[in-house]
C-alpha cells in the first residue's frame, strides 16, 4: 500500500471547475499529494465573472476539520477565500490546534480579494485573523497593494507583510505589462527573481493553481526556495496547456506534468 501526504485546503466553491477548490484538488494531486477539501463558501459565478458569494456555517466548517484532525496527519494548509470573517477567525483556532503538535506545519495563504474581473470574494478584514499564520503568502500585484496600503513599491509591500509575521512572501506579477512575468520572493534572508514569458490570454483560477502547488511540494517535504521554483514551473505549464470551455478566461490543465527541478 502506497500513502501520500495531505493538504488541508479550505477554499470556495466554483461552479466553472476553473478555480477555487475544484482547482486546489487537481494541482495538489499533481504534486503526488492529496488534498483535504473543506468548502468556505459556495459562489455564483463563471469563468470570467463572480455573482455571488455565500458563506457556509463557521461552525459546520469547525465540526469537519475536527473530524479529520481526529484521523489524518496533516502535512500542510492552504488558504482561499474564508468567505466571512467568522470562518477566517474559525480557521485560524484550527491551525492553532494544528500547530500545537505541529510547529513547522506550513501554511499557504492565497489573499484572493477579486476575481480576475474585479469582482469581489473577500474582505479585506476577514483575512486579518490569517495573516500571521501564514509560512508563504502569495499575492498579486493588486492584492499586494490593497493589503499594504502604506507602501507604493513591491520592496515596501513585502515588508509589510513580513512584519505581520508571515514567513515569505511572493509577489506574482501577471498584473504588469511587458513580454516577461516576474515573480519576486522575499525573506528575511532576501530576495529572489523569477521570470516567466507571458502567454496570451487571461486565465481563470492561475492563483489557485500556483498557491495549491507551492502547498503540496511542501507536503512532500521541499524545502521552501525549491518548492516556490517547482509550483511556478508547474503553473505556467498548466497556463501553457489551458483549455477553453467558453469565451473569456482560459482554465489552466491541471496535469501531473514531468517538471523538471533546478540542481
Not at 456555517?57 to 492552504?78: E, F, G, P, Y
Request: a neutral charge; charged letters at 15%.
Amino acid at each position: 500500500m502506497t500513502s501520500r501526504p495531505t493538504v488541508l485546503v479550505f477554499a470556495g466553491a466554483d461552479p466553472s471547475g476553473g478555480a477555487g477548490i475544484a482547482a486546489d484538488i487537481l494541482a495538489i494531486g499533481a504534486q503526488g499529494a492529496h488534498a483535504l477539501p473543506v468548502i468556505t463558501a459556495l459562489t455564483v459565478q463563471d469563468n470570467d465573472r463572480v455573482y455571488e458569494v455565500l458563506p457556509v456555517d463557521s461552525d459546520v466548517l469547525r465540526r469537519q476539520v475536527v473530524a479529520l484532525m481526529n484521523k489524518v496527519t496533516i502535512h500542510a494548509v492552504k488558504l482561499g477565500i474564508p468567505g466571512k470573517r467568522a470562518n477566517a477567525e474559525a480557521i485560524a483556532e484550527l491551525i492553532g490546534q494544528l500547530r500545537r503538535i505541529q510547529p513547522n506545519l506550513p501554511v499557504v495563504l492565497d489573499p484572493v480579494l477579486a476575481s480576475g474581473a474585479g469582482d469581489r470574494l473577500t474582505r479585506i478584514d476577514a483575512l486579518g485573523p490569517l495573516m500571521s499564520l501564514a509560512t508563504v503568502v502569495v499575492p498579486n500585484l493588486p492584492e499586494a497593494s490593497a493589503l499594504c496600503t502604506e507602501g507604493d513599491s513591491v520592496i515596501a509591500q513585502a515588508a509589510s507583510l513580513l512584519a505581520r509575521g508571515c514567513g515569505n512572501v511572493l509577489i506574482t506579477g501577471g498584473h504588469a505589462e511587458g513580454a516577461l512575468v516576474t515573480n519576486r520572493w522575499f525573506s528575511n534572508a532576501g530576495e529572489r527573481i523569477w521570470s516567466w514569458p507571458r502567454l496570451p490570454g487571461t486565465f481563470h483560477g492561475s492563483g489557485c493553481t500556483l498557491a495549491s502547488a507551492i502547498a503540496g511540494r511542501l507536503a512532500l517535504g521541499d524545502q521552501m526556495e525549491q518548492a516556490l521554483e517547482t509550483a511556478q514551473r508547474f503553473c505556467h505549464r498548466a497556463l501553457e496547456t489551458s483549455f477553453t470551455i467558453a469565451d473569456g478566461q482560459r482554465i489552466p490543465l491541471r496535469c501531473n506534468f514531468t517538471i523538471e527541478r533546478n540542481s
